[in-house]
């Protein structure tokens, strides 16, 4: 048994400890023989670190000797675990060849084998056994990494700051294990502050790796800064770039890879789109008891990474050149690709409030997403609903657990023609819940933070109440402003496909490619677009993911023409 070998006494109530023997499995000397050719043996010597944390790091798999895995924290180390012979170094960083949140050290010297990224995607794509191993081994390694709490990524923030929302949402969307330090709650923050050179101006800071500062940094340079994506080669040619990396995206990607495609996917924000927003899909097949869309757009990330699909997030596309073939897709930071088709995944936004004031409290009081994330900042206060989906059902359900009482503002009579009959019954049966019909927020209060919130009821004399936390769940826009308007669009801006395009359509875009366009195929050859983003899709997760992996079919078909 591995168990022994690995974990340390200090390690036996850990998070580390639960579910070790598939956390930290020791390979036979056959999976050995068959990870041989895809690396390289090195002699180790004692102390010597092999990879900081920050670093992009291959997989070490230990022939001899001893390495210990390290969480750098601020207040010194924390040992992980120690890898002997037959085990392996890594997590799902190490297969997306990001870089490390780990210091890995040799303990007792020896030799181990290196694999380097090309070598362990070709291990996973090829062996199915091992691929197995390895990807449930680093699945549960970051999950158990992420319950610990410990890092050397310091997340300096407020309750009272949108920044600091943004940024948890970044890395927990992301999982990317993070400390969060409250000045709010925690005098000792100041202190720290006062370390770093860092006023409360600057909020939110992030220190990262005990040395480099960031003062209220964007979610791109975040990523930068983390090495959490690998550099583009923007010299290459790919058959088929996916824009959006929610649930249609990620699809396609996998699909895309699986089959043997050059793909990448493009996401702005990070990965799962509106489902990463949901505390609970129960609607998906195969989940009988829900999925959280975190979760899901997790697993669905790495097998998307494990085919071999190339995927950057916090990386915005700014604009399509569609004039001619192949496709360029520019970015914000300047940079562009180009692919032979694309797939536009970019889904839609939140709805906002139609209040002059409404976008200042973004964050502060207003939120468009209800996971637990957002649930503490509410602690046991009572909190308002707006919408009547099932993204508002699902929020009213999920905050009711937590908070004294949900108020579920709709404009309409009832929630019998918006929202699935399951979610209308738990509201019912919720004393927690109480529905408000026909009405609408009509003022919104407060200096930096919400405070108070105004709703009107018709018939009635509006009513103030001093809540302040509003969870807007009131449809969406879709996400196709960087089309550049060289693509046919609906009169709300979805993507018109297939059979929806109208000869207009075709002629404005001049379509001569001699047949007629496939079912997910817009109005330029090539370009495909599926999803929440597509006109006339139906706006759920198994509809976005079915349309994300049979698009694959025809871009093959279309690649081949
Ligand atoms: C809170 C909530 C709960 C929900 N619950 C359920 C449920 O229980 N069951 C269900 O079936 N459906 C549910 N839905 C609906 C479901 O989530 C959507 O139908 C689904 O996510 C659509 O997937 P998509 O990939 O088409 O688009 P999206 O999920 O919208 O993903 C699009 C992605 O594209 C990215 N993007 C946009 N523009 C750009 C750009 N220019 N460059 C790069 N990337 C870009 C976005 O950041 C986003 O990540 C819920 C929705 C919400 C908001």
């Given at each position: 048994m591995n168990t022994e070998v690995n974990l340390e006494g200090s390690i036996a109530?850990?998070?580390?400890?639960?579910r070790s023997a598939q956390m930290f499995p020791r390979l036979t000397s056959v999976q050995i023989a068959r990870l041989t050719p895809h690396g390289k043996q090195i002699a180790t010597l004692r102390?010597?670190?092999?990879?900081?944390?920050g670093d992009r790091v291959p997989m070490y798999v230990v022939l001899a000797g001893s390495l210990e895995i390290i969480q750098p924290t601020l207040a010194g180390e924390t040992l992980v675990v120690v890898h002997t012979q037959g085990s392996f170094s890594g997590d799902v960083g190490t297969l997306r060849g990001l870089s490390s949140v780990v210091r890995t050290r040799v303990r007792d010297p020896g030799t181990v084998l290196v694999i380097d990224n090309a070598g362990l995607r070709a291990v996973v794509q090829t062996d199915s056994q091992l691929s197995e191993l390895f990807m449930r081994a680093y699945i549960l390694r970051r999950v158990a990494l992420m319950t610990t709490?410990?890092?050397?990524?310091?997340l300096l923030g407020s309750t009272r700051s949108a920044g600091t929302l943004r940024i948890q949402q970044f890395f927990t969307r992301n999982s990317y294990p993070f400390v969060n330090l409250d000045i709010d709650a925690d005098a000792s923050v100041r202190e720290l502050l006062e370390r770093f050179h860092v006023g409360v101006e600057d909020f939110p800071v992030l220190v990262c790796h005990g040395s480099v500062i960031l003062k209220n940094p964007s979610n791109e340079e975040v990523a930068a800064t983390l090495g959490m994506n690998q550099e583009i080669d923007n010299d290459r040619v790919r058959d088929v770039i996916v824009v959006g990396a929610g649930p249609a995206g990620l699809a396609a990607g996998v699909y895309a890879a699986s089959e043997g495609l050059d793909a990448m996917v493009l996401e702005?924000?990070?990965?799962?789109?509106?489902?990463?927003?949901?505390?609970?899909?129960?609607?998906?097949?195969?989940?009988p008891t829900g999925i959280s869309g975190l979760a899901l757009a997790a697993r669905a990330l790495i097998q998307a990474q494990k085919f071999g699909a190339e995927i950057r997030t916090a990386y915005s596309v700014l604009s399509l050149s569609c004039d001619k073939r192949p496709y360029t897709i520019h970015f914000a930071n300047g940079l562009s690709v180009r692919a032979r088709t694309i797939v536009i995944a970019t889904g839609a936004e939140y709805r906002q409030l139609s209040l002059g004031n409404a976008a200042g409290f973004m964050g502060m009081g207003i939120y468009y997403a209800a996971t637990s994330t957002e649930a503490k900042r509410c602690g046991t206060g009572e909190v308002i609903v707006v919408g009547g989906g099932n993204s508002a059902g699902q929020a009213a359900v999920f905050l009711s657990g937590t908070c004294k009482m949900v108020h579920l503002l709709v404009r309409a009579s009832g929630l019998a023609d918006t929202m699935s009959q399951y979610l209308i019954r738990r509201i019912n049966d919720s004393p927690n819940i109480t529905l408000h019909v026909k009405t609408e927020i009509t003022a919104l209060e407060g200096t930096d933070q919400l405070e108070r919130v105004t709703w009107k009821t018709v018939g009635k004399e509006p009513e103030v109440h001093d809540i302040g936390h509003v969870f807007l769940m009131m449809g969406a826009l879709p996400c196709?402003?960087?089309?550049?308007?060289c693509i046919a669009l609906n009169d709300k801006g979805f993507v018109r496909t297939g059979s929806d395009l109208h000869d207009a359509d075709l002629s404005a875009t001049d379509w001569n490619s001699g047949r007629h366009p496939e079912f997910f195929e817009s109005s330029i050859p090539g370009i495909f677009a599926v999803g929440d983003?597509?006109?006339?899709?139906?706006?759920?997760v198994a509809a976005a993911v079915g349309e994300g992996s049979a698009c694959i079919q025809q871009v093959h078909r279309v690649l081949q023409s």
């Open positions: 109530h850990s998070p580390y400890a639960g102390g010597q670190i092999l990879a900081e944390a709490g410990s890092s050397d990524v310091i702005t924000g990070t990965p799962g789109g509106q489902a990463g927003s949901s505390s609970k899909i129960e609607n998906y097949l195969g989940f196709t402003g960087w089309l550049n308007s983003v597509r006109c006339g899709s139906i706006k759920r």
